[in-house]
């Protein structure tokens, strides 16, 4: 059985990523980790113990997940959950009983720092990454 430890993090694709970051930062107190060369477009905020991705729709991130958000568009890339003791193997053998074949594992940089994660989808085809703890 699966055991979800919390949020790693969201991803929010935006068309306006300054706006978006005086927002989460200066309305809401988050603080700013980290920031991707401009051409990958990933600036990473710290909210409490998980993470706010905030994607530029026109850098390379943002560009994989379509055009810009709006009321039939979503602006929600993906949500991370972190998985409690658990191993590849284990998690794959789980989600396989479930009719889920995940892809290969990938090392991906989180709330918690790198880490391997898989992408699955959930059945409303929203994209949710569960990524093992160390």
């Given amino acids: 059985m699966i055991r979800i430890a919390g949020i790693d993090h969201i991803v929010l694709r935006t068309e306006t990523p300054e706006a978006m970051v005086a927002f989460y930062c200066d309305v809401l107190g988050c603080v700013l980790e980290r920031r991707l060369p401009d051409e990958v477009g990933l600036i990473q905020l710290r909210a409490g113990s998980a993470l706010i991705d905030i994607v530029p729709v026109d850098s390379v991130?943002?560009?994989?997940?379509?055009?810009?958000?709006?009321?039939?568009?979503?602006?929600?890339?993906?949500?991370?959950?972190?998985?409690?003791?658990?191993?590849?193997?284990?998690?794959?053998k789980w989600l396989q009983r479930h009719g889920i074949e995940p892809p290969p594992f990938e090392r991906r940089y989180g709330a918690t720092g790198y880490g391997n994660s898989v992408y699955i989808q959930d059945p409303d085809d929203n994209t949710v990454e569960l990524k093992l703890t160390s």
């Fill in 61 to 92: 991130l943002g560009r994989q997940g379509g055009g810009p958000p709006d009321p039939d568009a979503r602006n929600l890339d993906h949500i991370c959950l972190q998985v409690e003791e658990m191993d590849e193997g284990s998690l794959v």
